[in-house]
């Protein structure tokens, strides 16, 4: 566009602030931001930001307290009180993925700043024995899965995995997966695609500039899923394939069953358009949002959105009343999300977030402010539960299917790659006592295993009992999920077996690693 049109339009959009540098700037600078600037619609910016701003004070004022009802019974499955059940909701979750039938949609568009490194967090390696990253370790489930399809179906197919990336985190996905090659996926069945980006702003605002020519610019949240699905064309794909059900979910979750068969299957027998997997939230303060109706309608409400009194509300049974702690791991139909993206996208409001945003003041020097001094704005993935007609939640067990990886490692911290670990291990721990294993101490003594309350996985070796370990520290263990995708098919392995820690179990047998790990 030529510069006295951009002019023009900057002026019309309050924005002329953005070209206060201009002169300073090379012509490969003064080009780069022009094509920035080319690909914006500064009034749709604005109108954002007002409305933003807008909600975001009104939200302030308004406690949903008064007006918030608990998910009730009949839209509740459970891992814990439907066990009767889970068998034929994963043989149909199995059916359906036999079929081709169901796509698993990754949001991925996250950096690893807080864990420390410059890469996407799915290039995370916590520290396992086998050194997988968080990528290898959902691409392998997705593979097993396939395989156990097949075996109950008796024909090939296919689980396609669209891989939502930011602009920040395209490129370096893309080379690691191919560098991994597909980590044996088909090539063709992995499918990527960016979210949008929107300009960070100041509070009157005006759009921060992070560079003398370059403007602060940040990923439209997870929610800008749905605008993505449309403008990359990712629903037509998906239409193409054949594809009828969709399961998405976060990067960050070490133990996420990928397109878990026992969801799928609930959500289908429920003849559900939309459905939210979540975790009994057991302490009142945790800062976690709950899955709940409010003024009727399905929705995410935030901790910070409710009383500490509404928050510790409990039932006669003791449990807390709103307690469907959300996971970001959740159940589409594809008619659903094609409703979303041709109806309803453009009505999602963004949610403000106060930042601390760089920029470049008057002189051209960059501050680094130390205090929030402008807005990202966001949309959820969640904002679109409202629009349900069928809307289901299904609930799991914290310690079987969520240990996500936020922070870096540090002294009695949380959700970090310590704490990822160990429930990776734990888990996989479980699954070798419940198939009849056991472990020993240094001095030959069995580690003690008592019973566990809930089962020990969806797709599970069919044990009556559920066991656990008797000790609180974490015994070094890890099952390939070429193995095992969810605790099934270990018996014939470790059945009346003994081992010694470190035990990794893969598709070339049974390691016992020393100290040392030689």
């Known amino acids: 566009m030529d510069m006295d049109k951009q002019r023009e339009r900057l002026a019309e959009a309050g924005q002329s602030h953005l070209l206060q540098f201009w002169n300073e700037l090379s012509p490969e600078e003064q080009a780069e931001m022009n094509l920035d600037m080319d690909a914006m619609d500064f009034k ?14 009104q939200t302030k004022q308004d406690k949903v307290d008064s007006r918030m009802e608990p998910v009730p019974r009949e839209v509740l499955g459970s891992v814990t009180r439907d066990r009767d059940s889970l068998k034929d909701w994963e043989k149909e979750g199995l059916s359906c993925i036999g079929q081709n039938k169901v796509a698993v949609l990754l949001l991925a568009g996250g950096q690893g700043t807080r864990l420390g490194v410059p890469y996407p967090k799915g290039m995370y390696d916590v520290g396992l024995p086998s050194h997988k990253t968080l990528f290898q370790i959902q691409a392998e489930r997705i593979l097993k899965l396939q395989r156990l399809a097949e075996q109950q179906h008796g024909t090939k197919c296919c689980i396609p995995w669209y891989i939502m990336t930011s602009g920040r985190t395209m490129e370096s996905t893309k080379e690691f997966f191919a560098k991994h090659k597909y980590f044996g996926l088909s090539q063709d069945d992995v499918i990527f695609f960016q979210q949008g980006m929107l300009p960070a702003m100041g509070y009157s605002g005006k759009i921060i ?4 020519g370059k403007l602060s610019m940040a990923p439209d949240g997870n929610g800008g899923l749905y605008r993505a699905l449309g403008t ?4 037509q794909d998906m239409e193409k394939r054949g594809i009828s059900c969709i399961h998405v979910y976060c ?3 070490i133990l996420v069953k990928v397109a878990d068969p026992a969801f799928v299957g609930f959500c ?3 003849g559900a358009d939309c459905g939210a997997k979540v975790v009994e939230k057991t302490n009142p303060t945790e800062a976690v949002g709950v899955v709940c109706k409010v ?9 910070s959105e409710i009383t500490l009194a509404t928050a510790e509300r409990r039932t006669s049974d003791g449990r807390l009343m709103f307690n469907a702690g959300n996971v970001a791991n959740h159940f589409f139909s594809l008619s659903f999300l094609k409703d979303i993206v041709n109806t ?12 601390k945003i760089p920029y470049v003041n008057a002189q051209g020097q960059l501050i680094k402010p130390d205090k929030p001094n402008g807005i990202k704005m966001e949309k959820f993935v969640f904002d679109i539960f409202q629009f349900a007609k069928t809307f289901v939640v299904y609930e799991v067990l914290r310690e079987d299917e969520f240990s996500p990886l936020k922070n870096a490692d540090s002294q009695d911290g949380k959700d970090n790659p310590t704490t990822a670990r160990h429930a990776l291990m734990s888990l996989h721990h479980r699954w070798v006592l419940n198939a009849g294993g056991h472990f020993i101490d240094e001095n030959g003594t069995r580690v003690p295993a008592i019973p566990r309350h809930g089962p020990a996985g969806t797709v599970s070796a069919g044990v009556t009992q559920n066991l656990k370990d008797g000790t609180d520290l974490p015994i070094k263990c890890e099952i390939s999920p070429l193995v095992s995708y969810g605790g099934e098919g270990l018996e014939a392995l470790v059945k009346g077996r003994e081992f010694r820690p470190t035990l990794v179990i893969n598709e070339n047998g ?3 690693l020393v100290k040392n790990g030689l």
């Open 44 to 57: 749709e910016i604005n109108g954002f930001f007002k409305n933003a701003m807008e909600t975001s004070s």
């Open 209 to 212: 500039l992070e560079g003398k």
């Open 232 to 235: 990359q064309r990712i629903i």
């Open 251 to 253: 990067v960050d979750n």
């Open 268 to 270: 289908v027998r429920m």
């Open 295 to 303: 003024d009727g309608r399905y929705q995410v409400v935030e901790y």
């Open 344 to 355: 309803h996208e453009p009505q999602l409001q963004h949610h403000v977030a106060q930042k």
């Open 510 to 512: 049974l390691h016992e």
